[in-house]
């Protein structure tokens, strides 16, 4: 049986989530969070995605450091936070969120392989930048692609045409790996073929047709592109 995602010339991985473990931030704060270290980062999470789509419906684009940083004065709020330096920990721990186990594996078979490798992101070109060089992968990334060069957020179908148009790639030569079930889909719709990695065991989205693979870690990447 053909490998799903064979044929390839170029991977290009979401960052936040998918290479870089956002939940970190608040686990290497917990001296100060205690037991509101894992309720800060699930809800972090979930207003700093739901106001990139907002913004984007909004048509009041923001960059997503500031998006980040408003999402966690929100979630120190709701959770009725307030200790002294804490933002400025949490913010910093965030932009140097620690890669997953399985990511540079994963790059260093596809980089072994002549595959051209990008990050598509909806971070800032300046987060990005030190999110790739602290977590060790910048010698294993060939581009990163932000955002802000299209000026809406994920999961716009402009933001995945600027990996196609910037890697000089037709769509069915690019996969699109994403641990977001959102950014899975909204990729698949833009014509991507595409690798959900589906850490977490969580079902399937209803957005339309679905990826073309789903894994449960990056690990199983190299099969499903056709490596040995």
Known sequence: MAAP??????????????LFDVSSAAERTRDLLGEKAAPL???WRQK??????????????????QVTGDALDYSLDALRIATPDLRRRLMEAYERSGPYHDAREALIRLKAAHL?????SNGAPRMLAVAVRSAGLDD???????????????????????AVDRLAVWPAELGFVSANGW?????????????WCNRSGLP???????PDIELTTLADLPRAIGLP
């Open 5 to 18: 995602l064979a044929g390839l010339r170029a991977v290009v991985f979401d960052a936040y989530g998918t």
């Open 41 to 43: 980062s699930e809800l």
């Open 48 to 65: 700093q995605l739901q106001y990139t789509w907002l913004r984007a419906l909004m048509g009041k684009h923001a960059d997503f450091w």
């Open 116 to 120: 051209k490798i990008a990050i598509l």
């Open 140 to 162: 294993l990334v060939d581009e990163i692609l932000s955002v802000e060069a299209v000026g809406i957020y994920k999961p716009h179908p402009s933001v995945y045409k600027l």
């Open 183 to 195: 950014d899975a889909w909204g990729a698949k719709a833009a014509g991507l073929r595409v690798a």
């Open 204 to 210: 399937r989205e209803r957005l339309g047709e679905p």
